[in-house]
Every structure is written in structure tokens, then in C-alpha cells.
């Protein structure tokens, strides 16, 4: 089921409140847990039931390893059965996300001809599978409680966070699923929830959904590409991302809010960072959390030195890079960012006073770093979204070859949005030469406000402000404009990872 869905905003998400909040204002806390477990294993199962099979087991395994801990008083036993639970559960991820890219590696390696599993990538396998990771660490190192099933499966399976984050720890949700003023309506909590998810929404029906064609296209066809079509296509995906990905999260964090639940922020303004290193500390921020509380640190951090940190910290980044997908383009393009912070943690070159305990021995000023910055990410954005390094390699030549062929003309179509049809048709009978232009400026005009929108505040630090009536009655305007967009209803980006 989809937030941006007519069946989850008038049907599934009415039902979830009214159950969650009428159970346990009737006193029964135990029967609006399993009511909410029941409602999130609905939303995650409505995409393929099969799925559910999965994540039951993935859960049911997970529960049983943390009981373990509780009977084991040898620490040996217990690195044995978290080595088990690690295995499990990369196990897992490895057989749905990356068997057949193992695979084909082997075969074209070895020449050997082993077959395909054109195994169906579960949703969300990626995000519930890194949370339950991280409690089971937790659990061996003594961090963490082991909790009844009901408590356990509620911290999984939570619909707002279940198939694309953000990947939540035991310590943020679980308390405040026993905390017993969180069980009754919350009018701040309620408003700032509606309020972010209307704004999450938007993101994505409004802004990432129109300019999903225009990249679509441009990848899928990039040997007819010139230099400005190439650049146009990066830029306008650079976008696309960032909406619907922040879109999402915003989405999540204001369900979570409308159940008096705080999820953590995902986002924060990554493109006005200054440095590649701030970049990653404001997007994907739970990911990141996690590779850095739990691969980074064990192994060494920057506790042995600076060589040492340097490698560790690129090595996390090449695993980021494989989290994102089983294909040789995520590899490189991980390997290339953590190239990138590699570079930022030597200090060379820099903005100087964002924070950092180091100061770069080279000053340059806050607006240059952020054009350098975001330019770069664009740029390795062609290597993440290409259909092939082939592809890659090819959209880099078009963009620096410098050539301008006219293909932009081909792009421009792309940009018929529904509120365009009735000014398309006049048009069309008047003066159809001039379409391809009235094409252009509504891609210039979206490409504006997206520029306008990233340079601003972002949605939390909004929300968190008291603007009056004026944030309320946009927020109006847009929930009802998204609303009627549904007819574009798609999926989100990171449902694929």
C-alpha cells in the first residue's frame, strides 16, 4: 500500500487511528498493539502477501535469537549465537537482494553457467533487516531488554517506517510504545503530523512524480543525449531524488508524529552542505548511523589512527554503496563517495567554521563549497541511477563533450503534467510550433522551484516554527492538489533498495 494512495488516506490510515487510539482509551494497550501490528502487517502485505511470509520468519527468528541471550551465561555461547543472528539475517538480504548478481559475477568470471532465481526483491527487506540486525548486536552487547513478542513485532513492523525507513533503533520506538501519556490523542502531535505529511506528500506527487519521466527517458536513451539534454536529465534527477526520498521520510515522520510516535529525522537539508562529509551527515542520516555505530566503530573508528579512520571510512561507503542495490553501478558509486570523504577528512581544502573539530588548511568561501558540492553529487548520480557503467561512462562524455544537437527537444515532452492538458489542447489548435516551448518553461519553472524549495528551511525546521495561519492554509492548498494528482500514483525510489 502507498502513503500517496486514495486507499491508505481515506481508508487505511482513518481505520489505524481510530483502532490505535479507541483500544487504548478503553484501556486495553495489549489489544491496540496487536491491532496496530495487525494494520502494518495489512499495509506491508498488500503488495504481494508473499511477503509476508518473509518477514514473519525474518521477525520470528530475530525474537527467538534475543530469548537466547536471557539463557546463555558463557560469553563464547553468545558471540556464537550473535554470529548466527549476523548470518541469519545477511543471509537473508544476501539471497533476495544479491544471489543473482552473485551469480552472474561467477559465471562470467569462471565461465561457468549456473542458473538464475529472478528472485522478486521483497519490500522494505533492506530496512527491516538492518533494524533487527542492530537489536540483536544490542542484545549481545547488553544494551538492550528482551521485550515480549507483542512489543517486539509492534518495533518491526510499524507501517510508517517498515519499507523505507527511516531505520529506527529499539531505544527510539519501544519506549515510547509503553509510555502511557503517549496512548491518547495529541493535538500538537496530530497537526504536526498532518502538517509533515502533507508536505512529504507534496514532494513527491507534485514535484518527484513530474520529473520522473523527464529522467526516465534520459537514461533509458542517453546515446541520444548532448551536453545541455545530459546535464538536464543529472540535475532534474538530482531532484526527483531528493524529493521522493525526503518526501518519504517527511511522510513517515508525520504518521509517526499523528501516533504520538517521533521517528528520526532522515533529512536535513543535505544540499546546502558545504562539503561532501556535511552532505552525508544531513541525507540518509539513519543509514549512515547505522554503518557508523556498527561497522565503523568495531572496526576501530578512528581510534587507530588516521590511516586506519581513512580506510574505514571509505570501506563504509563502499558498503553503503552495495546496501543501495546489487549492481556494479552502486559499488562504484559507493567507492567513489567514500573516495570523496576520504578527501574531506584530510583537510586541504574546505569551508572553514561548519562545526568540524578540524579546520581545511585551504579557505574557500560557503557559496563555492556548496556549488562544488552539489555539482559533484550530480555528477556521481549519473554512475547511481545509470542503467549500466556503460551507460555511466556515456553520460559523462555527452555532458563534457560540449556538443549541443538540438535533443533537448526530445526531452521536453516529457514535462506534460496533468495541469497542462487543457492549455496543451488550446495549443494545439492555435500554434502548435510553440508547444515545445510552453514545454520548456514549465521545466524551467520546476526546475526553479525546486532550487527555491532546497535553499529554504526545510520541512521540519518549518514545522517546528509557529508561522501562523499561512503554513496551514498551504498546506491545505497542497494536500488537495496532491490529492487530485493521485492519477500519477507511483512508487517511491527506495522501495527498490
Not at 119 to 139: A, H, K, V
Not at 240 to 257: H, I, N, R
Not at 461 to 475: D, F, H, P, S
Request: charge should be positive; glycine fraction near 6%; include cysteine.
Amino acid at each position: 500500500m502507498l502513503f500517496n494512495s486514495y486507499l491508505f488516506i481515506f481508508v487505511f490510515l482513518p481505520i489505524a487511528l481510530i483502532g490505535w487510539f479507541g483500544l487504548n482509551r478503553l484501556n486495553h494497550h495489549r489489544a491496540a498493539l496487536a491491532f496496530l501490528v495487525g494494520m502494518s502487517l495489512w499495509f506491508y502485505g498488500y503488495f504481494n502477501p508473499y511477503y509476508l511470509l518473509i518477514i514473519i520468519s525474518s521477525l520470528a527468528v530475530n525474537y527467538l535469537l534475543s530469548a537466547v541471550y536471557d539463557k546463555i551465561k558463557n560469553r563464547s555461547s553468545k558471540i556464537i549465537w550473535l554470529l548466527i543472528g549476523i548470518f541469519f539475517n545477511l543471509g537473508i538480504l544476501f539471497y533476495f537482494k544479491y544471489y543473482d548478481f552473485f551469480i552472474e559475477n561467477v559465471n562470467a568470471v569462471f565461465n561457468a553457467g549456473f542458473g538464475l532465481k529472478h528472485i522478486l526483491l521483497p519490500l522494505g527487506i533492506s530496512f527491516f533487516t538492518f533494524q533487527q540486525l542492530s537489536f540483536i548486536i544490542d542484545r549481545y552487547k547488553g544494551r538492550a531488554p528482551h521485550y515480549d513478542l507483542l512489543d517486539y513485532a509492534a518495533f518491526v513492523t510499524f507501517f510508517p517506517q517498515l519499507v523505507a525507513g527511516p531505520i529506527v533503533l529499539y531505544d527510539e520506538v519501544m519506549p515510547q510504545f509503553a509510555n502511557k501519556d503517549k496512548r491518547k490523542p495529541d493535538i500538537t502531535n496530530m497537526s504536526n503530523g498532518l502538517w509533515l505529511f502533507t508536505i512529504g506528500l507534496a514532494k513527491k506527487v507534485l514535484l518527484a512524480d513530474v520529473l520522473a519521466p523527464v529522467v526516465t527517458y534520459g537514461f533509458d536513451n542517453c546515446i541520444f543525449l548532448d551536453s545541455i539534454s545530459t546535464f538536464i536529465v543529472g540535475l532534474v534527477y538530482a531532484f526527483q531524488l531528493y524529493f521522493d526520498f525526503s518526501g518519504y521520510s517527511d511522510m513517515a515522520m508525520g504518521l509517526g508524529l499523528m501516533f504520538n510516535i517521533k521517528l528520526p529525522q532522515n533529512f536535513n537539508s543535505p544540499y546546502k552542505a558545504c562539503s561532501m562529509k556535511q552532505l552525508w551527515q544531513g541525507w540518509h542520516i539513519t543509514l549512515s548511523r547505522f554503518f557508523v555505530r556498527y561497522v565503523y566503530i568495531p572496526m576501530g573508528g578512528s581510534r587507530k589512527g588516521k590511516a586506519r579512520a581513512l580506510f574505514n571510512v571509505f570501506f563504509i561507503f563502499m558498503l553503503s554503496g552495495l546496501w543501495h542495490g546489487a549492481a556494479w553501478t552502486f559499488v562504484v558509486w559507493g567507492i567513489i563517495q567514500g573516495l570523496a570523504l576520504v578527501w574531506d577528512n584530510l583537510y586541504l581544502i574546505g569551508v572553514k567554521g561548519q562545526g568540524d573539530k578540524n579546520e581545511p588548511k585551504i579557505g574557500i568561501p560557503k557559496l563555492l563549497g556548496q556549488f562544488i558540492t552539489f555539482n559533484f553529487f550530480l555528477a556521481t548520480l549519473f554512475v547511481f541511477r545509470a542503467n549500466s557503467l556503460a551507460d555511466a561512462v556515456l553520460m559523462f562524455k555527452n555532458m563534457f563533450s560540449f556538443k549541443i544537437t538540438g535533443s533537448i527537444s526530445r526531452l521536453l515532452p516529457y514535462m506534460d503534467v496533468p495541469e497542462f492538458y487543457l492549455i496543451k489542447q488550446v495549443i494545439n489548435m492555435k500554434a502548435p510550433s510553440i508547444l515545445n516551448t510552453a514545454y520548456l518553461l514549465i521545466l524551467i519553472l520546476m526546475l526553479a522551484v525546486s532550487i527555491f524549495i532546497i535553499s529554504r528551511k526545510n520541512s521540519v525546521q518549518i514545522m517546528q516554527e509557529n508561522n501562523g495561519k499561512a503554513k496551514w492554509y498551504l498546506a491545505a492548498i497542497l494536500l488537495g492538489w496532491s490529492v487530485i494528482s493521485f492519477s500519477q500514483v507511483s512508487t517511491f525510489i527506495y522501495f527498490n533498495f
